[in-house]
């Protein structure tokens, strides 16, 4: 899928996507190719943690909303410095207010939540090696997941079927917008 941007009737659309859902829901692997797809940078929100952050999960504690103020507001940052060039960036986003902070920094920024059941994400999860982010946190993210409201601009997609199919969703269902 050779496209370089989204276009629309009367203007081109410069991506501001957010890549959200939980942990194992495959935000990085999709966002990555969504990215390509549309020409623009990726980045994964979980390299703007904070050393102290990254403790806290490697050591299988949940951050609270203190420690991810500071974060939220580096990534509405990268969002906003991106905003005439695009840009796809994987981050849980996990609350109603988390996406509210990074819309304050840019109100454009279109939400793709990748949903899963929880089974599927367990079994990715276990399956994964190397992550900062252990298994065991899957059920507090999944706890705190808030689904994207009405007014909310974004959309759901299921994370049943392979990367290319899922990109080829988004960008169908972003063209439409």
Not at 72 to 85: I, K, N, P, Q, W
Not at 97 to 108: E, F, K, M, S, T
Request: charge should be negative; include cysteine.
């Amino acid at each position: 899928m050779p496209h370089a941007e989204v276009t629309h009737a009367r203007q081109k659309y410069v991506p501001l996507i957010c890549v959200m859902g939980v942990s194992a829901a495959g935000k990085s692997t999709v966002g990555i190719a969504l990215a390509e797809t549309l020409g623009v940078p990726f980045v994964d929100a979980d390299s703007l943690h904070s050393d102290a952050n990254r403790t806290k999960m490697n050591a299988g504690t949940p951050l609270t909303d203190d420690d991810r103020w500071p974060w939220l507001d580096t990534v509405g940052g990268r969002f906003e410095d991106s905003a005439y060039t695009g840009l796809v960036m994987a981050c849980s986003a996990l609350r109603r207010v988390y996406r509210d902070r990074i819309r304050a920094a840019v109100p454009g920024v279109v939400f793709v939540h990748l949903h899963g059941s929880p089974e599927l994400l367990r079994e990715r999860a276990g399956a994964r090696a190397d992550h900062f982010m252990p298994a065991s946190l899957l059920d507090s993210q999944l706890a705190t997941l808030e689904p994207l409201d009405d007014d909310e601009a974004g959309f759901v997609v299921n994370v049943d079927r392979g990367p290319d199919e899922l990109v080829r969703e988004i960008v169908e269902r972003l063209s439409a917008r």
